[in-house]
């Protein structure tokens, strides 16, 4: 089923993010996983898509696996490493599989210094439009609720936003962030800006210290002093952070259902039963919401 469908016809959507595995061995427990996830009644479960589509073919497989078991899959795509040949291959794939659903994303830029971009495309939107001469996908973005780190200035990349929905986007999906304000903040200004698709929001329950540093190479997101309080007393003992960290995202997405959110998009890190309890604590304002 098409996402966009989804959303008409729920006042709250509930979603899930995995990433497939890097090597084929792990790709039974990446399914396991994605079971697992099935059985919290998502509307739909996205899978990443690695660096330079090193991951691609687990990703097609992991969201035909899903669309097999009756779950809407939405499957990533990058750009920026690949030629419109790469793509076209990947996207095709997809069609042949059924699926609906595609994020478009730019990718992040590799680290390697000497790196040179095929130049098919450059930014997402020009993915997006691509996209839309391929097929009848529902086509989503991703957006940056603290402006995307090399933006510079937040009108500047509210613009960029609305290139990428005219392009073709139904929804768009945010980046993790801590502070609720921030989002808040930031679907006012997505308003006044004309983008009118809907905003799903991006948790990330945090739980191990050692993850809010991978996290803040990928973001920039602003840490409340309440989150920064709770890492520092917990960070250092890995069953007191799991479970500060599941409460604190328990409470984030209560406030955000609570004032109307369109959708919880949470990054699962293939850690289902983080999931199973943020959602048990919260299984019956989910189903109202819903």
Known sequence: MKIDHILDERKLTVSYEIFPPKQDSAFDSVIACAEELAELDPDFISVTYGAGGGTSANTVKICSHLQSRGVTPLAHLTCLSSTKDHVHRIVDELKDQGIENILALR????????????????????????????????????????????SGHKDRDLANLKTKVDAGCSFLTTQMFFDNNMLYSFLYRAQAAG??????????PVTNGNQLKRMMELSNAYLPPKFLALVDRFGDNNEAMKQAGIAYATEQIIDLVTNGVRGIHIYAMNKPDVIRQIVGNISAILREAR
Do not use: N, Q, W
Request: one cysteine or more; charged letters at 30%; hydrophobic letters at 30%.
């Open 195 to 204: 983008i009118r698709v809907p905003i799903l929001a991006g948790i990330m």
């Open 107 to 150: 990718g992040d830029r590799p680290k390697d210094p000497d790196f040179v971009a095929p130049g098919d495309y450059r930014y997402a939107s020009d993915l997006v439009s691509d996209l839309k001469t391929r097929g009848e996908f529902c086509i989503g973005g991703a957006c940056y609720p603290e402006g995307h780190p090399e």
